[in-house]
């Protein structure tokens, strides 16, 4: 059976575990790329790492980094005087300083990607939604765009966000593999993300859109529980945008490319929501390994 | 009293340490950059800040490197199948990253250079010879060209050294401030350092051996001891070079630069060599801070 992943960070990992778990299972794992960004000249994907670090089983505490991380190279660059309120971990640091030595021999970013995943023994396929640099932006209350690390790192998704962008998604193209991974799969699943900070980036890319919204079987697992987001700003980020509020959001975020929709068990089925896709209940709490793996296989057997 | 040091790594740095601990002096250390390197991307600058560490009192037991350093990124990078002999530690990594960052971004060595050194709190000035990348290679038996740090990192400078050559150095010019330094100093010393390998590199700068030829009064201490380098393969290199053995190949490889070559108490003073120049007898082992200082107020009270 073959499985296509869209995935953000922490939760998009965490099913990609649960997923990998399943015998016999041909799993693709497509990753938001729009978090990226340029730190001390160094190329950082947060969400292509935590989905490695989350399969590889070394992930940190919270869901990202590296578990057992030491930070003294980040406390050094104190020191010098450089802004270091993004904490690279010197283990995680290996990584960024790898992939942006190779990027700059000219190496592309999924093959990268994909000697890094050998690198750590990973068996399921991890493709960058695109090998192009977009760039996920928010616009805040104050009128400013601010860019995707800004405003979840340093102010630390505090502000009121009243629109969203992506640079350069319009010129950007799809990596390889990625558009026939999705038309080859039995199922495409998107991750519980935050729709639109991790999973709209990806649908910004032209070709991936079209790709998923034409696949018969596309089953989207909500992010919320009563409502809110477990941690992030999911919830509070698609209300700004002027998305109805619960999973009813969370569908009408993935109206016309997502078929399905899984709600948590906790969480009420309404009538508009059934209007718009449908839906189904089950356990959606995926924090650990086994539950993902349940959860996993709940959806394959849809 | 103005003092131009010439230094290459680990004895120039110690040297360095002993002439700023005197008073009302007015020093400026005058750096080689031919080992310079980029390893995994990173602008490597190895006697820069084996001088910087050493002023700071952060210095490693060897000399070079950070003491109490780690080492988790350079173990990590082995993972991702680089090529990580040139051993980077945690906390002098963030030196090399801060730096690669400062230039990309277009400013210029000699000024991150000393932003460094302020905020290591370092009063002595230190400049880089150039802020262009001029390169040591040297040539070894088999005919092959080396870099540096391949022939002394990566192969344990076990290779006789047939040849040597400073690569892009007839393009380069002197870092600003060098030779306005040089021309106003009272005294310019060249540090007991590879002759060849941290000096040369230094005077194949266009413009700086000018400089330093013109000085009055320029003071070389042979990093000799019996003929023997304490550590490093300066006596092999310039035996293989051909110049004479011990100390009078010392004043043949400084020779139409230096006016005075400072000795170890321990080696003879031969009529050849006070032929070629001045000859002063010290204790010239400097390991110590305060045998360094010493050492330094004897040259200084010349």
Redesign the interface.
Known sequence: MKVVELSGGVGGARLARGLAAIENLDLTVIVNVGDDETI???SVSPDLDTVVYTLAGLEGPQGWGRRG??F???D??G????DNRFRLG??D???N??R??RL??GEPLARITD??RR??GIVPLILPATENPIRTEVRVESGDWLSFQEYFVLRQHRDEVVDIRFSRAVESRPAPGTVDSINEADVVIVAPSNPPLSIWPILAVPGLREAVAAHPRVVAISPLFGGKALKGPADRVMRSLGLPAGNLGVAKAYQDVVDILVIDKGDAVDEALIDKMGVVVEDTLIKEASASTRLARAILGL
Not at 79 to 82: A, K, M, T, V
């Open positions: 001390h000249g160094l991380d030491t003294n190279f980040n050094e660059l020191r010098l005087g450089s010197d283990l640091l290996a990584l300083v790898y942006t030595d700059a021999a000697n890094v690198r750590f």
